[in-house]
Each structure stands twice: as structure tokens, then as C-alpha cells.
């Protein structure tokens, strides 16, 4: 059965970093695509970064590109998601998800049949 547990969030003054982790069980990483996303409340919710380790593909949305990074450590079934100079702006619940299906639309909440509990994220002035 495949699961995928977020942690590492919190509350975090502006400008300030976290790490999130996406724990996977169920499934070989190399086997699938893993999405962040991040929901405010009334809002969609919106991928932020995706990573396919088999292509050894990585996309940003232009809202992080420089300033998140995405990455994976195999033996621990682990995605992590390096959050730098973070904005008020980026306070939402963030959710990893996972899809076997290869070249899908990264950044489209659709494509993915996984998802983890989600994890909120607070950034204060």
C-alpha cells in the first residue's frame, strides 16, 4: 500500500528556512513522480516542485525557483523539500504526492494519485 507521511513544518519568521520530508513506503522512488504543493484555505492547491528520479528531472515554480530545493535520498525512501528565504506569502498546508505514471503534467494536482496528510507551514513578519 503506498504512503507518504510530510513533516518538518512549523512556524518560521520571513526570510527564515525549513526542511520538509515526504517519508514513502510502498513503492520503489525511482518508479514514481513526486510533487510538492501548497494550499492556502480557499484556494487550489498549487505544485510548487517536482522531482522524477528515473529521468532525473526537477522543476520549480517560478514563485520558488531559486529559493526551494527538492531532493531525495533513496535508502531512505525520503523527499525533502529545502525551503530558503521563505516569504509570508508561502504560508499554506504543503502536501507531497506520488503518480507511477512517467512524463505526467508536474504542477497539475490531477496527475497524482498519492497524496500525504499535508503539513502547515506558518511564516510570520
Known amino acids: 500500500e503506498v504512503h507518504l507521511v510530510e513533516s518538518g513544518g512549523g512556524l518560521v519568521q520571513a526570510g527564515g528556512s525549513l526542511r520538509l520530508s515526504c517519508e514513502t513506503s510502498?513503492?520503489?522512488?525511482?518508479?514514481?513522480?513526486i510533487g510538492w504543493f501548497r494550499q492556502v484555505p480557499g484556494e487550489d492547491r498549487k505544485g510548487i516542485s517536482c522531482?522524477?528520479?528515473?529521468?532525473?528531472?526537477?522543476d520549480y515554480a517560478d514563485s520558488v525557483k531559486g529559493r526551494f530545493t527538492i531532493s531525495s535520498d533513496n535508502a531512505k525512501k525520503t523527499i525533502y523539500l529545502q525551503m530558503n528565504e521563505l516569504r509570508t506569502e508561502g504560508t499554506a498546508v504543503y502536501y507531497c504526492?506520488?503518480?507511477?505514471?512517467?512524463?505526467?503534467?508536474?504542477?497539475?494536482?490531477?496527475?497524482?494519485?498519492?497524496w500525504g496528510q499535508g503539513a502547515q507551514v506558518t511564516v510570520f513578519s
Open positions: 522531482l522524477d528520479i528515473d529521468d532525473n528531472t526537477i
Open positions: 504526492a506520488g503518480d507511477a505514471v512517467q512524463n505526467l503534467t508536474c504542477f497539475e494536482e490531477y496527475e497524482y494519485d498519492y
Open positions: 510502498g513503492f520503489r522512488l525511482d518508479d514514481y513522480v
